[in-house]
T-cell receptor, first 110, second 117 residues
Framework: GDSVTQMEGPVTLSEEAFLTINCTYT??????LFWYVQYPGEGLQLLLK?????DKGSNKGFEATYRKETTSFHLEKGSVQVSDSAVYFC?????????FGDGTTLTVKP | GAVVSQHPSRVICKSGTSVKIECRSL??????MFWYRQFPKQSLMLMAT?????????EQGVEKDKFLINHASLTLSTLTVTSAHPEDSSFYIC?????????????FGQGTRLTVV
């Protein structure tokens, strides 16, 4: 079945540091790929998405490129802020339902 | 964008009682909704797929009689945790797939924090 493997956390960075959270997947067919962010005590918010190979999703300074050849969708941000502290989930959507990675907790210190 | 509203956001109940959680698609119709459970510091695990007008499809290991799902209309699905026990305490999240041009995206409710005492 479908699966998502996400870089283990937690990740602690200083403000303005560069962020990379790795994500790889296995799936049949051509899934859509997503990054979600979850703030403490809240539900999931869509951060960005890509629906086909070589698409780049971007939002709020975050970027991720759908790499079919490496089955990856790594999340990057050039300069993180304290407000980016949250849990980040990589996910794919295949035949209707979503499959999530285990989540990576990011803490950004001033 | 499309909005999925989940209610209540938090609920505390006594052991042995039942709790109903509602999931509504506010500005679109959802023939299918998904219910997830999230334990602390863990990922989301799909519990069941709710289908309007037919029975829900449960994932392996999820008790159908304990987690009752009713998809009463094209905009409402409910999850009832029956005879709740402390081990049912968790964060429950629903989602609905988008339609048409939104078809590749799933929209999530705000989640419900259930605490069974």
């Amino acid at each position: 079945g479908d699966s998502v493997t996400q870089m283990e956390g937690p990740v602690t960075l200083s403000e303005e540091a560069f962020l990379t959270i790795n994500c790889t997947y296995t799936a049949t067919g051509y899934p859509s790929l997503f990054w979600y962010v979850q703030y403490p005590g809240e539900g999931l918010q869509l951060l960005l998405k890509a629906t086909k190979a070589d698409d780049k999703g971007s939002n709020k300074g975050f970027e991720a490129t759908y790499r079919k050849e490496t089955t990856s969708f790594h999340l990057e941000k050039g300069s993180v802020q304290v407000s980016d502290s949250a849990v980040y989930f990589c996910a794919l959507r295949g035949a209707g339902k979503s499959t999530f990675g285990d989540g990576t907790t990011l803490t950004v210190k001033p | 964008g499309a909005v999925v509203s989940q209610h209540p956001s938090r609920v505390i109940c006594k052991s042995g009682t039942s709790v109903k959680i509602e999931c509504r698609s506010l500005d679109f119709q959802a023939t299918t909704m998904f219910w997830y459970r999230q334990f602390p510091k863990q990922s989301l695990m799909l519990m069941a797929t709710s289908n309007e007008g037919s029975k829900a499809t449960y994932e392996q290991g999820v008790e159908k009689d304990k987690f009752l799902i009713n998809h009463a209309s094209l905009t409402l699905s409910t999850l009832t945790v029956t005879s709740a026990h402390p081990e049912d305490s968790s964060f429950y999240i629903c989602s609905a797939p988008g339609q048409g041009t939104m078809g590749t995206e799933a929209f999530f409710g705000q989640g419900t924090r259930l605490t069974v005492v």
